[in-house]
């Protein structure tokens, strides 16, 4: 059981902040980092999206920066104090709102500045002084270039998401802003992996710093029912309107993993009835945003996005996930299915795989340690349907319009590409296939939401649930091999 919020003797502004958020107890990660972060530490963070990482680095630098609060109207009583780079405009903007909720009763102060949109609001809001500011690097330098923004006070940088900042081509722009700031200052990283160019930066801008990782949260993972069709890649579409339309969904994510395919599958949808947009890096970030609200708000029933786009993103209560295609990185697959079966709710994540995707499959199967059966995909009419419009459509010629050929939703070679570009890019998710390792342990981060430590002793939830009746389509009887892949460990460790 992790421990309440009060243990923290947060300052009343955000302890009142806190509990209007309604969160009963700290997760993992905030139970291990808010007290590092508190004592002045540098934090290496092992923490994914969805963990509670931005509680976890916010709450106690907020805190840290009470010191400092005034209700003064002069720019320069709100320097800019805490720096929070990130890779994405989404992820940005997502975090800044949380920022603001934790800190709406205090007189501090943050932003957000991302690409994409127009500099002058961003810059009037700068002029005015911030306490916490929410960036991605491009946009920034931009700023830092304009002399909007100064960061000759900050004390606090996070870090967050490091590892997509480098797998965008972010990392010249990091060296660049970190050299703007003053050398004494806490750093908190956080990473999904703790790669060698992870570690080489961590260990030139960080100092002794706590390591922390904390298991991937899967809340409600062991809610969602898990099903892998075997489909053809032409018969995927009339798949996805059978499988809705007997389950009556009414709104589901249906992940791609390409920029062009998201854009014309969510055409498609659209044409045959569905209420659909799309997510994906192409889209302008008006246009991404509003996608996201579109949805948010019930407006549209289909999100039809690629991982790059949604990740992250926190959209509760999707009833339904569907892998139009099968990720290329099997951590995806677990992103991906995270988005549905949370807070209890059940949750449905269908994945189509074509012939071609058979290693796929595997990779997946390794990553969550658990036997894949593929379930053939039987279709209520196998004959030819009758459009709205009184055109006879055979399912496989409208889906081979829709798809064409296209490349994945990755920007290939890492190579010199403008910085505003780069913040509209989306990083190199495809991996060559390279087996994994085969003492990868089923681990049972499906079942524990939020919690700290196994006991080793304490029967898995996942052997319990084989027990009972396992998922339509998955085996419930695999064994379990030696424990944990590093990336989902529970551990704290200090260095
Ligand atoms: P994050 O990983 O920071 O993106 O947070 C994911 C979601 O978890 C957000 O909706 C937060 O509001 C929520 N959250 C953060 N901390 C807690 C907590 N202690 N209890 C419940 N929900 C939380």
Not at 379 to 390: L, M, N, T
Request: with cysteine; hydrophobic share 40%.
């Amino acid at each position: 059981m992790t421990s309440s919020f009060s243990t923290l003797n947060l300052a009343e502004p955000l302890a009142r902040a806190v509990a209007e958020m309604g969160y009963e107890s700290m997760t993992p990660i905030q139970e291990q980092a808010i007290p590092v972060v508190l004592q002045g530490k540098d934090v290496m963070g092992a923490a994914q999206t969805g963990t509670g990482k931005t509680a976890a680095f916010s709450l106690p630098l907020l805190q840290r920066m009470m010191a400092h609060e005034n209700a003064s109207t002069s720019p320069a009583r709100h320097p800019v104090r805490a720096l929070v780079l990130l890779p994405t405009r989404e992820l940005a903007d997502q975090v800044a709102q949380q920022v603001k909720l934790y800190a709406k009763y205090t007189n501090l102060r943050s932003a957000v500045v991302f690409g994409g949109m127009d500099m002058k609001p961003q810059t009037a809001e700068l002029k005015k002084g911030v306490e916490v500011l929410v960036a991605t690097p491009g946009r920034l330098l931009d700023h830092i270039e304009a002399k909007n923004a100064v960061l000759n006070q900050v004390e606090y940088v996070v870090l967050d998401e490091a590892d997509r900042m480098l797998d965008i081509g972010f990392l010249p722009d990091l060296q660049r802003i970190l050299s703007y700031l003053p050398k004494k200052r806490i750093t908190l990283l956080f990473s999904a992996t703790f790669s060698p160019e992870i570690k080489r930066l961590a260990s030139s801008y960080l100092q002794d710093p706590v390591t922390i990782e904390v298991a991937r949260s899967n809340a409600t993972a062991s809610t969602v029912e898990q099903h892998f069709y075997s489909v053809g890649a032409d018969d995927k579409r009339r798949a996805l309107h059978q499988i809705l339309k007997a389950r009556g969904m009414k709104q589901a994510f249906v992940f791609v993993n390409s920029k062009l395919g998201c854009a014309r599958l969510a055409r498609s949808l659209e044409r045959e009835g569905l209420k659909t947009t799309a997510l994906h890096g192409d889209k302008s970030q008006d246009e991404r945003l509003k996608a996201l609200e579109a949805f948010k708000s019930g407006e549209v029933d289909l999100l039809v996005c690629t991982d790059v786009a949604a990740r992250g993103l926190d959209i509760k209560d999707v009833p339904a996930v569907f892998n139009f295609d099968v990720p290329f990185n099997a951590e995806d697959y677990v992103h991906r299915i995270g988005r549905t079966g949370r807070a209890g709710a059940s949750g449905l994540a269908v994945s189509f795989v074509a012939p071609s995707d058979t290693r796929l499959v595997t990779d997946i199967e390794k990553l969550i340690k658990t036997k894949i059966e593929l379930e053939p995909m039987e279709f209520e009419e196998d004959r030819p349907r009758i459009s709205e419009q009184g055109r006879i459509n055979d399912g496989r010629r409208m889906y081979r319009e829709a798809e064409g050929s296209d490349q994945p939703d990755e920007p290939g070679v890492k190579q010199p590409v403008s910085r505003e570009r780069r913040e509209t890019r989306e990083p190199r998710e495809r991996r060559e296939y390279a087996p994994r390792p085969s003492n990868i342990a089923r681990d049972p981060f499906f079942d524990k939401p939020y919690e700290s430590t196994l006991s080793a002793e304490a029967q898995p939830a996942w052997e319990a649930a084989a027990k009972s009746a396992g998922p339509r389509g998955m085996s419930a009887n695999i064994k379990p091999k030696k424990k944990i892949a590093a990336l989902f460990k529970t551990a704290v460790t200090e260095s």
